[in-house]
């Protein structure tokens, strides 16, 4: 009884949570985005080049909104059914423990996926977990297609940090109810096979 209760409580207080986060977080002017991103390219080599070939390629991102958010740190970035992806410029105005630029390139990657998830299942029909697995596993693709490119620093990444988050016991949460299966599934050993095989050893 007393698990289930917690259980509920944790399902009932995390859209609030997360209301709240959404209510603190305001888009900057243009200006600041511009100025903000420009700053960012010489910290975040990776992540600019990600999101100016995004911007160039797909046409599901709409708007890339930069917001300031004065609660707690949370989710660096968050996708929306208009086609908007956000991002917390706190991430990118000082470096936050887990979040260098591999791993800011997973993130806009994954957000990308939730857009092509959304453009894919209507509304009625989106479930939390099934958007999450869409935007790792898009995140997976487009990360191998970077080491396909020379570069598997974000792929690497990216396997390390999913296979962390799996590891959590945060059931309420769908990304890592996303993650459980994902990392015990074949696609996930493909990918780890093909680093074992392609990629150097990391340090
Ligand atoms: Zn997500």
């Known amino acids: ?7 509920g409580l944790l399902l009932g207080l995390a859209p609030l949570a997360s209301r709240a986060q959404m ?7 243009a200006a600041t985005a511009q ?13 600019t080049a990600a999101l100016a070939d995004v911007r160039e390629h797909d046409p599901l991102l709409r708007r890339f909104v930069v917001v ?7 989710s660096p970035a968050a996708a929306f ?11 990118l105005e000082s470096s936050q423990p887990g979040f260098d630029d591999n791993r800011l390139v997973v993130v806009l990657y994954h957000e990308v996926g939730h857009l092509h998830y959304f453009s894919q299942v209507p509304p009625g029909q989106r479930d939390t977990q099934a958007s999450e697995r869409a935007a790792f596993d898009y995140s997976l693709l487009k990360t191998k297609a970077l080491a396909e490119a020379g570069d598997c ?10 296979l962390l988050r799996s590891q959590s016991n945060d059931l309420a949460d769908p990304h890592v109810r996303a993650l459980k299966s994902l ?3 074949p696609t996930y050993a493909e990918y780890k096979a093909y680093v074992a095989s392609h990629c150097p050893a990391q340090p």
Not at 1 to 7: D, G, P, Q
Not at 81 to 91: E, I, M, S, T
Not at 153 to 162: D, K, S, V
């Open 183 to 185: 990392v015990q599934e």
């Open 23 to 29: 209510a603190q977080a305001v888009p900057v002017d």
């Open 153 to 162: 620093a974000p792929l690497q990444t990216g396997l390390r940090f999913m």
């Open 81 to 91: 059914g208009n086609g908007a992806v956000r991002l917390d410029r706190r991430f």
């Open 68 to 74: 300031t958010n004065a609660g707690p740190l949370g």
């Open 35 to 47: 100025a903000v991103l420009a700053q960012a390219a010489r910290q975040y080599p990776k992540f």
């Open 1 to 7: 009884m007393r698990h289930l209760l917690i259980f």
